[in-house]
């Protein structure tokens, strides 16, 4: 491989060269069973044909117009993205490239609201010990682990930490006075696939409407259909005033989104904030695939049901090295005795030379010792038992 990249990524000795289903094949030709989806990115798995055609269409007639103008794509996306958002009161949309991105545009709606409505002063987001938020200087201040503060400072003020699952914590961080938001993963991905318990979502949308202090649910990687509703914070019951996305709503095409309901939906005004890429025409295309084929409850069923027999096979086996089994829909952690790591490395090693069709396996860690599992939705139950017979193996 090259050595002009930024040493930024410890990366594994293969190379892609293209993908099909939940399958992707190397530049030797060797194949691997994806399990990763590119970190919750390609939700309708490799070379989805529909995706394919209306990403190439799209292309072909127009791939970008600045927001100085109007696309039918964009808009139409746009549409149909605030619709799957309904649901939870979601009523407007601001699109962006990138989760870190999505989740800036939501600080500046939540600050902008507290400045509008309760006067200066009132700035503060507090978010979760564990959580993760993104890589710009401002998501690092947001992302509530202190590996990510060093090196960068000074980080943006204004943000606070909290236990996940401490309702007096939180009822304390949460003073009406110099809060403005509170941020949170229904389900917490790189720190290791944590579901929060429905009692802190519940409570903690209880003291934010009290407050007036903005919910915001950070669904970059547990959204668009991940755990089995196209929203995680679905399953809660509550109404967030933000929902942010990203990863998997285009299916392999970077796009981000903002979403605000009532209270929060008309508080960004002309000239407060924009993205150059935003809403690109080629990325709109590709979201509109992705919604059209995932936010259909016989879809979102079947995420449900794979998910759930991916655990009850692990679970079956009674393996001596896993621990811990946590998740929701194709979202699954699984606590193992050793370093995470190796197991990755084995699961890249273990794809033989064709025509030995031995497979190897794509899975990604979250934390040490914890395995993360996001296959493709588009994954077949043979494909799942085949995948979790190398795991098992690898395992051992
Ligand atoms: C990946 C992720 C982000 C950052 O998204 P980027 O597209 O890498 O900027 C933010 N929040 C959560 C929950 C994520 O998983």
């Known amino acids: 491989m090259t050595d002009v990249f930024m040493n930024t990524y410890h990366r594994l000795p293969v190379t892609f060269s293209r993908g099909e289903g939940a399958w992707l094949f190397d530049t030797g030709g060797k194949k691997y069973l994806d399990f990763s989806s590119g970190i919750a990115v390609n939700c309708l798995g490799h070379a989805y044909p529909p995706l394919v055609k209306a990403i190439a269409e799209q292309a ?23 619709a799957a958002c309904a649901p939870v009161g979601m009523k ?13 545009g939501a600080f500046k709606i939540a600050r902008k609201y507290s400045l509008v409505r309760h006067g200066p002063n009132r700035h503060r987001i507090v978010t979760l010990k564990g959580g993760f938020h993104g890589r710009t200087v401002t998501t690092l201040a947001a992302t509530g682990q ?18 996940a699952g401490d309702i007096e914590a939180l009822d304390r961080a949460l003073d009406a006075d110099t809060v403005a938001g509170f941020l949170v993963e229904a389900v917490q991905g790189e720190s290791g696939i944590r579901p929060q318990e429905s009692a802190y979502i519940r409570r903690a949308a209880e003291l934010c409407a009290e407050r007036d202090i903005l919910l915001i649910f950070d669904e970059v990687q547990c959204g668009v259909g991940r755990t089995g509703s196209f929203l995680a914070c679905e399953a809660y019951g509550v109404k967030p005033d933000i929902v942010t996305l ?8 970077p796009v981000g989104a903002a979403l605000a309901g009532e209270k929060a939906a008309d508080i960004l005004q002309i000239s407060d904030h924009g993205s150059t890429f935003g809403g690109n025409p080629v990325a709109a295309a590709a979201g509109l695939v992705v919604l059209e084929t ?13 998910g759930e027999k991916l655990q009850s096979v692990v679970r079956g086996w009674g393996h001596p090295k896993v621990r811990e089994l946590r998740g929701r829909g194709l979202m699954i952690g699984i606590d193992i005795e050793d370093e995470a790591w190796p197991i990755l490395e084995r699961g890249v090693a273990a794809a033989g030379t064709p025509p030995a069709a031995n497979p190897g396996l794509l899975i990604l860690s979250a934390g040490q010792k914890t395995l993360r599992l996001l296959p493709p939705y588009i994954i077949a139950d043979t494909e799942i ?3 979790l ?7 051992s």
């Open 60 to 82: 072909a007639r127009l791939n970008h117009v600045c927001n100085y103008y109007q696309s039918n794509t964009t808009a139409a996306f746009a549409e149909k993205l605030t």
């Open 92 to 104: 407007r949309v601001f699109l962006a490239n990138s989760g870190a991105e999505a989740n800036e």
């Open 146 to 163: 202190d590996v990510f503060h060093k090196d960068f400072g000074p980080f943006t003020e204004g943000f606070a930490y909290v236990p």
């Open 246 to 253: 990203a990863k998997g709503l285009a299916g392999g095409i």
């Open 294 to 306: 995932v936010n259909c409850p016989s879809f979102l069923a079947e995420i449900t049901r794979k």
């Open 385 to 387: 038992e085949e995948g």
């Open 389 to 395: 017979e190398l795991l098992r193996g690898l395992l």
